[in-house]
């Protein structure tokens, strides 16, 4: 690993349970980084359990949590100023691949916690009536934006940011629920306009979801190759980002995904690449015949018997 002094006080990390699940959507997110950057800006796991790094893995840095901190489900995003490793962290949901060298989002402007999103006064957005809360809450917006994805930079406005989050989470306002709490999407987003904070610009090149593409056709991460079209025409136009093609640097899959089509195929590349020590093409090909064929071969024999 590189040691750059100017960043020292840089990281990138992603948060885990103990669940072997994500701890290997944070493996496979950890080799993308990997392969695409210099490692001059150290990668961290965060979690409340040790655990075991693969031999190809050993120069990912953890950072131990306790239970509390980790809290139930999405609760951990909620002390963002206490669980990020440096003055300036990306955070990044362990259901993502990363496709380019993102040291640059370094650069962009954040002095706090910030998202990369638009402004919405108007509809519906996670189980909220925007209009009603922005009368709620008495703020003139409210940001639209996935919570897979965080800029924390630690200062007092993060501090107060997150302070803001948690009074929310224990209120007894209809926040939409995750698996074990609520949402922090509603929570943030609330807290950061209450904060004077506004988004990053989302422009479709720093960040998507496999919900703007077309499955394993766009995405090949040993070339670094996404690959979307944002057109009104499409049955998945997203309306927040300019019509046009992109092509993002991060791609988040959902936990829904796991070993399954695209993500299987991605995370199958990169440990072939690094574990067996191939090169990529050979990586990229063998993962082509040995994972993608029997993979849609079998998915064709089901739909046959189905029938």
Same mark, same amino acid.
């Given at each position: 690993?590189?040691? +750059? ?17 994500? *701890?290997?959507?944070?493996?496979? $997110?950890?080799?993308? =980084? ?5 490692? &001059? ?23 131990? !949590? ?12 909620? &002390? ?6 440096? $003055?300036?962290? *990306? ?9 380019? +060298? ?10 706090? @916690? ?13 189980? #909220?009536?925007?209009?009603?809360? $922005?009368?709620?809450?008495?703020? /003139? ?8 994805? =965080?800029?924390?930079? %630690? ?8 302070? @803001? ?23 943030? &987003? !609330? ?14 090149? @720093? ?14 991460? #040993? ?18 980002? /300019? ?5 993002? &640097? ?7 995904? =796991? ?16 574990? *067996? ?8 090909? $063998? ?6 064929? /029997? ?11 189905? %029938?």
């Amino acid at each position: 690993m590189k040691s +750059d002094k100017k960043n020292e006080d840089k990281a990138v990390f992603t948060v885990v349970t103990h669940q072997l699940k994500y *701890l290997n959507f944070a493996f496979a $997110l950890a080799r993308s =980084y990997r392969y695409h950057n210099d490692l &001059s800006i150290p990668f961290f796991i965060v979690s409340d359990n040790d655990f075991d790094l693969p031999r190809d893995l050993k120069w990912v840095q953890k950072k131990i !949590i306790s239970p509390g901190l980790m809290g139930r489900g999405l609760e951990v995003r909620f &002390s963002f100023e206490e669980v990020s490793p440096a $003055l300036r962290s *990306l955070y990044i949901d362990a259901d993502s691949i990363i496709y380019k +060298d993102i040291s640059a989002l370094f650069d962009l402007p954040f002095d706090s @916690i910030n998202v990369i999103g638009t402004t919405i006064t108007e509809g519906t957005w996670d189980d #909220m009536n925007v209009p009603d809360v $922005l009368s709620k809450f008495k703020i /003139p917006h409210l940001i639209r934006f996935c919570g897979a994805f =965080y800029f924390i930079a %630690k200062t007092a406005k993060t501090n107060t940011v997150c302070h @803001i989050v948690r009074e929310l989470a224990k209120s007894d306002y209809p926040f939409q629920q995750h698996v074990y709490s609520i949402n922090d999407e509603p929570v943030f &987003s !609330i807290s950061l306009v209450s904060e004077g904070i506004l988004p990053i610009t989302d422009t479709g090149n @720093i960040w998507g979801d496999i919900h703007q593409l077309e499955s394993h056709r766009d995405l090949n991460v #040993m070339k670094g190759k996404t690959r979307f079209n944002n057109s009104i025409k499409n049955a998945n136009y997203k309306y927040w980002i /300019p019509e046009g093609s992109y092509s993002p &640097s991060i791609i988040h899959f959902g936990g829904g995904n =796991y070993n399954k089509n695209p993500w299987l195929f991605e995370a199958t590349r990169l440990k072939t690449y690094y574990k *067996l020590g191939l090169g990529k093409n050979l990586a990229d090909i $063998l993962t082509d015949i040995f994972v993608k064929a /029997p993979y849609f071969a079998m998915k064709k024999l089901k739909s046959l018997f189905a %029938k």
